[in-house]
T-cell receptor
Framework: DAKTTQPPSMDCAEGRAANLPCNHS???????VYWYRQIHSQGPQYIIHGLKNNETNEMASLIITEDRKSSTLILPHATLRDTAVYYCIVRVPSVSGGYQKVTFGIGTKLQVIP | AAGVIQSPRHLIKEKRETATLKCYPI?????VYWYQQGPGQDPQFLISFYEKMQSDKGSIPDRFSAQQFSDYHSELNMSSLELGDSALYFCASSLLRISGNTIYFGEGSWLTVV
């Protein structure tokens, strides 16, 4: 599986954009980049995913570099409720169709500061 | 929108007892995943089922077993409980054969072994 590298922690001022980087230099052409977050002791929450193009939804934007070796999750206006551990995950296609489980590595602990 | 439902939310058992956790996936989802998260750790994949058949297996102890039923709900059975089994157990579900097949997590079941 393609491995990901994220900074262990980041701070962000409330109301500012939070930019969370992720390196996935060994990613293959058919592997998706997924972002999840986990607020303390709650279930991991899906944020966004992408393959090649940049993606945006109501929660965040995902910017994937042209060579797909890295990506950035952007929370446009961070709030205190965005304080969580953010996981960047690369998902591998399954031989039986669809994609495999998500494997959590060491994510980024984002602290939003008032 | 309906989410993944887990029960019970909290469970206290004594050593060597047996515990059963239940998971009800999002309607029409055909794949169920189980994860274990110990204190201060990232979620670890245990096992998954697709269309009632085991599809993938992770670091699930031999004392644990799981199955997916005809209505797609799943149960995780844990026997001969040990103190180290105390953890937050997540169930997740997805619809396998769609592009990217996003996995959605439940809120978890807290198991405390005393």
């Amino acid at each position: 599986d393609a491995k990901t590298t994220q900074p262990p922690s980041m701070d962000c001022a409330e109301g500012r954009a939070a930019n969370l980087p992720c390196n996935h230099s060994t990613i293959s052409g058919n592997e998706y980049v997924y972002w999840y977050r986990q607020i303390h002791s709650q279930g991991p929450q899906y944020i966004i995913h992408g393959l090649k193009n940049n993606e945006t939804n109501e929660m965040a934007s995902l910017i994937i570099t042209e060579d797909r070796k890295s990506s950035t999750l952007i929370l446009p206006h961070a709030t205190l409720r965005d304080t969580a551990v953010y996981y960047c995950i690369v998902r591998v296609p399954s031989v039986s169709g669809g994609y495999q489980k998500v494997t959590f590595g060491i994510g980024t602990k984002l602290q939003v500061i008032p | 929108a309906a989410g993944v439902i887990q029960s019970p939310r909290h469970l206290i058992k004594e050593k060597r007892e047996t515990a059963t956790l239940k998971c009800y996936p999002i309607p029409r989802h055909d794949t169920v995943y189980w994860y274990q998260q110990g204190p201060g750790q990232d979620p670890q994949f245990l096992i998954s089922f697709y269309e009632k058949m085991q599809s993938d297996k992770g670091s699930i102890p031999d004392r644990f077993s799981a199955q997916q039923f005809s209505d797609y709900h799943s149960e995780l059975n844990m026997s001969s409980l040990e103190l180290g089994d105390s953890a937050l157990y997540f169930c997740a579900s997805s619809l396998l054969r769609i592009s990217g097949n996003t996995i959605y997590f439940g809120e978890g079941s807290w198991l405390t072994v005393v």
